[in-house]
């Protein structure tokens, strides 16, 4: 039978690149830009039948599993109604097989790790197993997914196996949409949800079975999850906990849970080829679309094709092009269906990425990595890799969490590659180099903790009640003296009081994505007032110096535009704050940029970071337009709120000093205040540079009551007096 299955590869693969050979032509009849690629390897097949390492249990005889892990079932006849052909296509998953024996290893596990490749149906039988046997009785049957759309996707297509209305039975909820009821049994939830409900009920009495899915994501939530799951499992004898998790990398999650028993369901994957560009693609949108027309057009109709982006707005682009350019061509070329997929598309869209492909057509899928593991297509061959993706990251710089676009790892690569070998041998075009592959990619993605401002990570810990976070078991543990900076840190802002416990103030903070000296600054502006001058200061602040430029022949003129901004006081972040508001007066034009010596492209991206900083606020119900229509002293207190760590202080040598450490800092050259011919005795400074000496990068006096106001943990009367007994009692009282 292996034989067989081998040599029946071989022959297709054969044929395939015959027929190729031929079409090829076509396409250059048709279109005349076309992409150079060059084959480079075969992610491997592998028939994982009976190679069930450290299986919970191994009661059967190989011999049977494989009988009964044919995947061929009995062919639906016509007389079949729809919902008995969704049965028929049950048994026909890898799972299924192996009913029995996982259900016997839960029964005898509290913790269980589940491995088993995309598509097995991990996540839309194994909740209905544990129902069909009786587990539904003694509670719900939850299972996390990182992503909404996943978790929105599969509940509905669970109920429609189940045969009930979604939100009954079987329901989901993500952040702002709860779709369930108090009959539901199988719940579908985000990671984030489970926390939320651990938030009040810690031992989650509501369920009998956890499921967390997708596990090697590593996302923040079912890292945290993790670990207080498996405080929960020690005192709740009777939670089943599955760790289910689509890669090999599963001993990880085993040794965490003391060993726990692995489970492997054994799948089969057929190899795929590798295709590399010759050369790098600068625009790979406009490469994907090149990609898809030269596979329609050249390659037999019997596999779709999934295309690996960003994010909606690449989706859409590449769709409408695709559409413009197959429109022209009409009868010339067969029928190319385009099915867009990314977190934000309305459910019903969603739902079109399962139909089944007509005769005669081919459909082509526009998916965010939503598709890596999170959702199976059925009947991709065809897997186009942009090799990006979107990733949450902390520019540790400027202080800031945001979605930005990231090469991704080998790992998510070869992943990716495995979506086009499920039912047939495949192939992959990955729109960058082999050499790029190997030199330019990370092997592994790393996990979203070590992504993330540590201020975050224990502000979302204190509010999920973790009260000793040096003893909480991460499973990667970040190093000890970030947790403690972060917690000073943070008590020194008010988000923690003298106890350790979450304020009023830092459970706000935590809704930020922001360094918690930036949210603080945030938070506090919404009480003066100045909530659109600090998102403009901030969006500012967080693209560095970059913004202005000097060219050496009109650096005379650049310096009187740059000088302009400042008029009116409040340094360098006032001025940054003037520009912006200047520039969104003229309508965002590119002309004022030129006249005033600002980079269009660098204050674009300040347009961004605004947009999706008023989009926080509003969800937190602080209203983003609210001004001060440009006065200094209010945005000025709410920087010196947040940031009154970086203070520094004019000594009577003439140069300044921070309050923190007593370092000698200077003003940078290229602030606005470095010429002051009468330099404030108090400034405060987004950040320090060192180059020739320790600099202070973005400057603005302040006074010094402000800090007494609004840092009375750090600061007293005493501290800021101006009286000769400075040096005596001078020093910043440092916190407890
Ligand atoms: O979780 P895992 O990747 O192991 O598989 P699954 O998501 O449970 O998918 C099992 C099958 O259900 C696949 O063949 C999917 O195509 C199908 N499915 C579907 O038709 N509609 C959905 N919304 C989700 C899955
Ligand atoms: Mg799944």
């Known amino acids: 039978e292996e034989q067989l299955w081998q040599e029946a590869q071989t022959n297709k693969a054969t044929i395939v690149k015959k027929k190729h050979k031929k079409d090829e032509q076509d396409?250059?009849?048709?279109?005349?830009?076309?992409?150079?690629?060059?084959?480079?390897?075969?992610?491997?097949?592998?028939?994982?039948?009976?190679?069930?390492a450290k299986s919970a249990s191994r009661r059967r005889t190989s011999t049977k599993e494989k009988e009964e892990a044919k995947p061929e079932a009995p062919q639906s006849t016509p007389q079949e109604t729809e919902h008995q052909k969704i049965l028929a296509g049950r048994k026909r998953l890898p799972v299924y097989p192996y009913r029995e024996e996982l259900l016997a290893a839960v029964k005898d596990h509290r913790v269980l790790i589940l491995v088993g490749e995309t598509g097995s149906g991990k996540t839309t039988q194994i909740p209905q197993f544990l129902h069909e046997v009786g587990y539904s009785k003694l509670g719900k049957i939850g299972c996390t997914q990182p992503r909404r759309v996943a978790a929105m996707s599969v509940a509905a297509r669970v109920a429609q196996e189940m045969n009930v209305t979604l939100g009954h039975e079987v329901g989901y909820a993500i952040r702002f949409e709860t779709c369930t009821s108090p009959k539901t049994i199988i719940q579908y939830m985000t990671d984030g949800m489970l926390l939320r409900e651990i938030l009040t009920e810690p031992d989650l009495s509501g369920y009998s079975c956890i499921v967390i899915d997708e596990a090697h994501e590593r996302t923040l939530s079912t890292d945290i999850l993790l670990t207080l799951l498996k405080d929960i499992v020690r005192y709740r004898s009777d939670l089943k906990l599955i760790v289910s998790s689509a890669t090999l990398d599963a001993e990880k999650f085993s040794t965490f849970f003391d060993n726990a028993s692995i489970f492997m369901i054994p799948g089969r994957m057929f190899p795929v080829d590798i295709y590399y560009t010759k050369a790098p693609e600068s625009d790979y949108v406009d490469a994907s679309v090149v990609t898809v027309l030269q596979i329609h057009v050249s390659q037999p109709l019997d596999g779709d094709v999934l295309v690996f982006l960003t994010g909606q707005e690449e989706i859409e682009a590449a769709g409408e092009i695709l559409t413009m350019r197959t429109r022209n061509l009409g009868s010339r070329i067969?029928?190319?269906?385009?099915?867009?997929?990314?977190?934000?598309?309305?459910?019903?869209?969603?739902?079109?990425?399962?139909?089944?492909?007509?005769?005669?057509?081919?459909?082509?899928?526009?998916?965010?990595?939503?598709?890596?593991?999170?959702?199976?297509?059925?009947?991709?061959?065809?897997?186009?890799?942009?090799?990006?993706?979107?990733?949450?990251?902390?520019?540790?710089?400027?202080?800031?969490?945001?979605?930005?676009?990231t090469p991704i790892s080998q790992a998510a690569a070869n992943q990716r590659a495995g979506r086009g070998g499920?039912?047939?041998p495949g192939k992959c075009f990955r729109l960058f180099t082999a050499w790029s592959f190997q030199n330019e990619l990370e092997p592994n993605t790393i996990p979203e903790i070590a992504r993330t401002n540590m201020g975050n990570v224990v502000l979302l810990l204190k509010s999920l009640g973790v009260n000793n976070l040096l003893h909480f078991d991460f499973m990667d543990r970040p190093p000890s003296d970030s947790l403690i900076r972060a917690l000073e840190q943070l008590y020194a802002l008010g988000a923690l009081n003298d106890r350790g416990d979450l304020t009023k103030l830092g459970r706000r903070m935590a809704e930020f994505p922001l360094d918690p000296m930036l949210s603080k600054t945030v938070i506090v502006s919404e009480k003066l007032k100045c909530m659109s001058e600090i998102l403009s200061m901030v969006a500012m602040l967080s693209l560095g110096a970059g913004v202005f430029y000097r060219p050496k022949d009109k650096a005379l003129l650049a310096d009187t535009a740059r000088m302009n901004f400042a008029r009116g006081g409040g340094g360098d972040h006032m001025s940054l704050y003037r520009c912006y508001h200047d520039w969104a007066q003229s309508n965002y034009s590119s002309i004022w940029c030129m006249e005033n010596f600002v980079q269009l492209r660098t204050i674009r991206k300040a347009r961004d970071i605004r947009e999706q900083l008023e989009g926080l606020c509003e969800r937190v119900e602080i209203d983003p337009a609210v001004s001060v229509d440009g006065e200094v002293e209010p945005p000025m207190k709410a920087i010196t709120a947040g940031f009154f760590y970086n203070v520094?202080?004019?000594?009577?040598?003439?140069?300044?000093?921070?309050?923190?450490?007593?370092?000698?800092?200077?003003?940078h050259p290229s602030s606005v205040m470095a010429k002051d011919e009468k330099p404030p005795t108090w400034v405060v400074y987004f950040e320090l540079a060192f180059t020739t000496k320790e600099f202070m990068r973005q400057v603005a006096p302040i006074e010094p009551e402000w800090l007494v106001e609004f840092a009375p943990h750090y600061f007293q009367e005493i501290d800021v007096a101006e009286t000769n007994k400075k040096k005596k009692y001078g020093k910043a009282r440092s916190k407890r």
Request: glycine share 8%.
């Open 27 to 52: 396409y250059e009849l048709v279109f005349d830009d076309k992409i150079d690629f060059v084959m480079q390897g075969t992610r491997k097949g592998h028939d994982r039948r009976g190679d069930r």
């Open 334 to 405: 067969p029928e190319l269906i385009i099915c867009p997929i990314y977190a934000n598309l309305p459910s019903e869209q969603q739902a079109k990425i399962f139909e089944k492909t007509p005769k005669g057509s081919r459909k082509v899928v526009l998916a965010t990595n939503i598709a890596e593991t999170s959702l199976t297509i059925d009947g991709i061959k065809y897997v186009i890799d942009t090799g990006f993706q979107k990733q949450k990251s902390f520019n540790a710089k400027y202080g800031m969490e945001s979605l930005i676009v």
């Open 648 to 667: 520094a202080r004019l000594g009577r040598s003439g140069e300044y000093q921070t309050v923190k450490q007593h370092k000698t800092v200077y003003i």
């Open 422 to 424: 499920r039912t047939q």
